[in-house]
């Protein structure tokens, strides 16, 4: 076998495990988070801003790659909430640690709803510790307020 041949075998082989790796492809999973919440509220300029945080556990399933493993994950965020006649403004940054103290970064933002009707929004992906660094990708969720300051989100998300 000259050299050549033996070049090109090995280039199709790499070029064949770059294409199959599950870690080059998009990883899809679902969740459902159940959060306590802890909200203070003032009026301001004829409108409302509510700030607090939101604390619990996050339930990953359906997942497609080892990139966001199935299974329960501890879920940080704090919550900044500004209602005007105008309009809503929601904007939740979060870490979602693993077992392995891994934390994968959100930025949560939805424009409907408030902190007691819930509503439609989308997370971004910003990064993360461990397994997370570079992290990217979304989900869409929907919140909804339940009685004694819980939260339930389900989402449908792609990491990259």
């Given at each position: 076998?000259?050299k050549?041949?033996?070049?090109?075998?090995?280039?199709?082989?790499?070029?064949?495990?770059?294409?199959?790796?599950?870690?080059?492809?998009?990883?899809t999973?679902?969740?459902?988070?159940?959060?306590?919440t802890?909200?203070q509220?003032?009026?301001?300029?004829?409108g409302?801003?509510t700030?607090?945080?939101?604390?619990g556990?996050?339930?990953?399933?359906?997942?497609?790659?080892a990139?966001?493993?199935?299974?329960?994950?501890?879920?940080?965020?704090?919550?900044?909430v500004v209602?005007?006649?105008?309009?809503?403004?929601?904007?939740?940054?979060?870490?979602?640690?693993?077992?392995?103290?891994?934390?994968l970064?959100?930025?949560?933002?939805?424009?409907?709803?408030?902190?007691?009707?819930g509503?439609?929004?989308?997370?971004?992906?910003?990064?993360?510790?461990?397994k997370?660094?570079?992290a990217?990708?979304?989900?869409?969720y929907?919140?909804?307020?339940?009685?004694?300051?819980?939260?339930?989100?389900?989402s449908?998300?792609v990491?990259?």
């Open positions: 076998m000259n050549k041949h033996l070049l090109g075998i090995v280039a199709g082989i790499v070029a064949s495990a770059v294409l199959v790796t599950p870690s080059w492809a998009d990883s999973y679902k969740s459902h988070a159940s959060l306590k802890d909200f509220t003032m009026d301001w300029n004829g409302k801003v700030v607090g945080s939101l604390k556990i996050i339930k990953i399933y359906g997942s497609t790659s990139k966001m493993p199935n299974g329960d994950k501890m879920q940080n965020c704090l919550m900044r209602k005007m006649s105008g309009g809503t403004e929601i904007i939740t940054n979060c870490g979602v640690t693993d077992k392995d103290g891994d934390v970064y959100s930025i949560s933002e939805r424009k409907q709803g408030d902190t007691s009707t509503g439609k929004g989308k997370t971004t992906f910003i990064g993360g510790t461990g997370y660094a570079g990217s990708g979304s989900c869409e929907g919140a909804s307020y339940l009685p004694d300051n819980w939260l339930s989100v389900d449908d998300c990491v990259k």
